[in-house]
């Protein structure tokens, strides 16, 4: 007699690629005619935009560019100025098993940035640019198991397996336009020195066939007062949005990244002015995982009679925790500092490694401030440090961790330099791949009660044994045993059993 198994399909996206490419790009910034000849550089900064992403026959090719200022000291001790450049780049990353229909999901970061003077009309603007690309190609996980009802000599052992799949990516542009306008406390700007834009997500959830998202976009600027004094302001402007499924998901939180296309701002055209034109086209990348359990029977006997199965190998991961983290990280950038006028940082992606069941999770950082020295001249000051936290895993666990900057980065004042300080979120989340046999048929043959076969076994239970195990070379039903000896499956060695026939 022939088993009856039912077949189960669960339709996912397989990671192809998960790599981060960093590169190096320069780029020559050309002081104007208006402005006069340069001494020397006083800091770099800048924001990176993504132009393109195309997906190709085991490759990603991927486009786009730095929005990069250099602050300048002219030689006759004027205002400082600055200088812009655009630098391209272009990334290509190899991605065996990737097809021109496959989905990327790409999170480009500035890691480090500055500038130093070729001569007195030239700047060199250096940029280091990481970017993480990951890679989906459309395949299903299959599971089998037993219809029921199952034949009563047949025994099952039966597993739940704990999978977590990527279900879907989707994506969505969308375009921030405002008018900006600084309030009254703070002075006009007579000169823009530099600005940029921080992305924060502040939720996102599933609902039915889309990922809903809110967030802010936090621009930064410094500005030149009339008076020639540096100032530093923020705006936030927040965003509610919403991406398309192509069906409708799981109740787990998506993963949203979002990165700029396209970034503007301009002054009203007044002189000082006190507004200011934003124009940003962002990109939100969303992702949707769900975690379940698919049970399978990874083993089989018959109390009567013998049993043939057919068995093909079951492997999956699944999610088994996720740890939100914040660590606070300090530095001292050497130099001279009578006063802090911005603050800025970089991070760079987790480096993860394991130490048997402990997990260290480091997240580089470039920080960089602008000051004003003992002589009240501008000076840029910079550091490497980085942000650190561990954790302890459960055994044969793997771990991957995302990290973002939380809050402002402030600086003070010290001894040495300027004492700086910022908090990092860090998620942390740990998972196992597991494989087991997984039973996809089966065959019962010869049902004839076997006459030499005792009514009652008597036997001790050896270490390393099982309940099932034991069950199984005396042909008797899991369940009678199991009751006529009122024990669990976690058996002690020696422990005296009593087996019925089957």
Known sequence: MELEFERTEVSCLRAVCDRVISQEETGEAIVP??????????????????????????SVLLSGGVHAYALVVPEDGSEMRAVSAYLPFTQRVDAPGATSGSRVVYTPRLRALDARLLNSRKVLIRADISGRAEVYEADSLTAFAPAEPVPDCVQLHRVAMPVTLTEQVAEKPFELSEELELPGGVPACAALLKWDCGLTLTESRTIGARVAFKGAANVRLLGCAPDGTVFRYE???????????DRESGEEPPRVELLLTGAELAPDGQEPARR???????????????????????????????????????????????????????????????????VSVLLGWPDVTHEGETVRVSVPATVTALC???AGACVCLTAQTAAECSSVLAPGCEASAEAALSGDAFAIPGGEGAEARFGV?????????????????AE??????????????????AGGETLWSIAKACRAKLDAVRAANDVTDDLVPGTLLLIPRA
């Open 33 to 58: 005619d208006s402005c006069p000849d340069v001494a020397r550089t006083a800091g770099c900064y800048g924001t990176v935009v993504l132009r393109s992403k195309e997906c190709r026959d085991g």
């Open 276 to 342: 200011f034109l934003l124009t940003l086209n962002l990109l939100a990348q969303c992702v949707t995982q769900t975690r379940q359990e698919l049970t399978i029977a990874d083993d089989a006997y018959a109390t009567r009679g013998a049993l043939t199965v057919k068995t093909a190998e079951f492997s999956a991961a699944g999610q088994l925790d996720c740890e939100h983290l914040h660590e606070t990280a300090r530095v001292t950038l050497p130099g001279a500092c009578r006063e802090v006028l911005d």
């Open 444 to 461: 019962q043959e010869g049902e004839t009660e076997e006459d030499d076969r005792p009514s009652v076994i008597l036997r001790h239970a």
């Open 235 to 245: 705006f936030s402007i927040p965003f509610s949005q919403y991406a398309e499924l």
């Open 372 to 374: 004003l020295d003992e």
């Open 425 to 441: 979120d860090i998620t942390l989340t740990s998972r196992a791949a597991s494989a087991c046999p997984m039973l996809t048929g």
